[in-house]
Nanobody, 123 residues
Framework: VQLQASGGGLVQAGGSLRLSCAAS????????ISWFRQAPGKEREFVAA????????DYVDSVKGRFTISRDNAKNTVYLQMNSLKPEDTAVYYC?????????????????WGQGTVVTVSS
């Protein structure tokens, strides 16, 4: 499956952005989709994931209550709605796919990756 992330940009602290991850090439609904991010000078970290039917979602503690992941299998797209953004959310955001029913949060458990989209939150 090929993944294309979009929706990044520059926003002030407290603002919102919605990232999209569009997939093509294989049956999208067979994949768990996750978002990871990598801030300057830091390792890439798990942000959120959604299972194949959208009923199970996991988040890193630092974004709980602010970010919402969702998916539209008819449109082969996963979204990450990011509200109340903070400067520490500044990073390159990547979407990744895992061909399974189980959500895992490690990079190595994901089989496919999209290119990153840059999110910059100014203070």
């Amino acid at each position: 499956v090929q993944l294309q992330a979009s929706g990044g940009g520059l926003v002030q602290a407290g603002g919102s952005l919605r990232l999209s991850c569009a997939a093509s090439g294989r049956t999208f609904s067979n994949y768990v989709i996750s978002w990871f991010r990598q801030a300057p000078g830091k390792e890439r970290e798990f942000v959120a994931a959604i299972n194949r039917n959208g009923y199970r979602k996991d988040y890193v503690d630092s974004v709980k209550g602010r970010f919402t992941i969702s998916r539209d299998n008819a449109k082969n797209t996963v979204y990450l709605q990011m509200n109340s953004l903070k400067p520490e959310d500044t990073a390159v955001y990547y979407c990744a796919a895992r061909y399974t029913t189980v959500i895992l949060t490690t990079e190595t458990s994901h089989h496919y990756w999209g290119q990153g989209t840059v999110v910059t939150v100014s203070s």
